[in-house]
């Protein structure tokens, strides 16, 4: 069962920042979880629609420019990121899960990731793109058919991952509070990979790993393998 470090090792540091992200790499996760706002033509690593948890903001992230939001105290003397700057800190050495948020340019996200294949020792398949917001995974898949993405969902629908089969998923991304075994099952009747968000507790990824779950979103990824290690 993979790990990925949920908005980076967000046990350890500040969430999605450049620090938590080099925690995620020490601690060996197997992929990064990250959340992606537009920000005019850029796009930044931030949860939020609002910075005021995450830093010492106070106001919508579309009131910042990109200078005036990485002067934002993020925490242990962290700022918040941009895409690129992420990428340029993973170079490659594992999965990465860039959850969509707020964008509007879905382009950006294809242009960034085609860049980090050619510059940063990433490769393509290395790659999931995911969001609550399929309509936005639909028009991310018409333009980058080759670039896998996870649909989201916090809910257990009645006909299970049928909505992540026909948006031609690699994954379905589900929250922990939803999934029970005949989801997994579903899920991998349709051919799907099945993660799950966010787990924690020794007792939960045992009961998921013994399920099938493929893999889960943890704030520690250290504890997570740990945990799986010493009950093989």
Known sequence: MLIFAHRGASADAPENTL???????TQQADGIEI?????????VVIHDRWVSRTTNGNRPLSDYTLEELQTLDAGQGQFVPTLWQVLQQVQGQ?????????????????????KAVSQLNFKLEQFIVSSFNHHLLLAFKSIAPNIKIGALTASSPLDYARFAEVLKAY???????????????DAHKRGLKIFVYTVDEPEELLKLQA???????????AKAKLVLATNT
Do not use: H, R
Request: hydrophobic share 50%; charged share 15%; aromatic share 12%.
């Open 171 to 185: 994954s379905v991304n589900a929250d922990v509070s939803f999934v029970d075994q005949a989801f997994v099952k």
């Open 35 to 43: 959340d992606v706002y537009q920000l005019a033509d850029e796009l």
């Open 19 to 25: 620090l938590a992200i080099d925690q995620a790499l």
């Open 211 to 221: 399920w099938g779950v493929d893999g889960v979103f943890s704030n520690g990824p």
């Open 94 to 114: 594992c999965l990465m899960n860039i959850e969509v948020k707020g964008v509007f340019d879905v382009s950006l996200i294809n242009t960034y990731i085609n």
